[in-house]
């Protein structure tokens, strides 16, 4: 799995009859901003790309991207009609995924850190694997193992995945984020990637904020989706 290469462009995945981008959104930890960061990803290519879009919540524990769209679909909000939102937190997920990829332009995957057979599975499959963390140290004590799972799944995937860690609640009024970022970057000895243990993680360039609007989206269709708008454009465009 490199994160080097770029992947193909969203124009190329989808020049034919749709063959799906698909975005996997995961770590093997819980609360560190996937549904937020897919939901997010998920609206950007439906609304801003006016691709269709299948949101698919694969996290067997909570299910909140899911939950999300039945609070916001209650509260009478419009759901974007390229969208759809569904649920499958199940071990076959890989088949499911391959079998709706020619009704989609993008596909956006919120897997839990509840289950890494999901997790797995779900990254044989994916495009691009982002890895959400927030800017302490206990958000990134599951990262190695989270890329340890992923370079297995990446040795069954033939849709040349590459993987990137998005630094999201930052809050630059403090150190925190600059602090992380460094710990990302140069790791100390046994906790970074490669096979000495000793290799920065693949950060993105596009960070995060902590903002309100993302602490209240939960239940809404957000409109302002700038950053991930930024974050896509820096990882899908050659």
Avoid: C
């Avoid at 996937?34 to 998920?42: D, E, G, L, P, V």
């Avoid at 495009?127 to 990134?140: D, F, G, Q, S, W």
């Avoid at 150190?175 to 906790?191: N, T, V």
């Amino acid at each position: 799995m490199s994160e080097n290469t770029r992947p193909k462009t969203l124009a190329a995945a989808t020049a034919s009859a749709w063959d799906a981008f698909v975005i996997v959104v995961g770590m093997l930890k819980g609360g560190t901003g996937k549904t937020t960061s897919a939901w997010f990803i998920a609206l950007y290519h439906a609304v801003v790309l006016d691709l269709p879009t299948l949101l698919l919540d694969a996290d067997a524990t909570s299910q909140s991207a899911y939950d999300w769209f039945k609070v916001a679909q209650a509260a009478g909000f419009e759901i974007p009609a390229n969208l759809v939102i569904t649920r499958y937190p199940f071990d076959d997920i890989a088949e499911y995924i391959s079998a709706k990829r020619a009704e989609f332009g993008a596909i956006v995957v919120d897997v839990g850190g509840g289950s890494t057979r999901i997790f797995h599975e779900a990254v044989t499959e994916a495009n691009l694997l982002l890895v959400p963390v927030a800017p302490t140290k206990i958000e990134r004590r599951k990262l190695v193992a989270t890329f340890d799972e992923a370079e297995r799944a990446a040795a069954r995937n033939e849709h040349g995945v590459i993987a990137h860690v998005v630094m999201v609640k930052a809050d630059d009024r403090t150190s925190l984020p600059s602090r992380a970022k460094d710990q990302l970057l140069e790791p100390a000895a046994g906790e970074g990637i490669g096979p000495d243990r000793d290799e920065a993680f693949p950060l993105a360039e596009t960070t995060i904020h902590s903002w309100v609007h993302y602490m209240e989206a939960f239940g809404e269709i957000p409109t302002e989706l700038s950053e991930y708008a930024n974050l896509m454009k820096e990882l899908t465009e050659a």
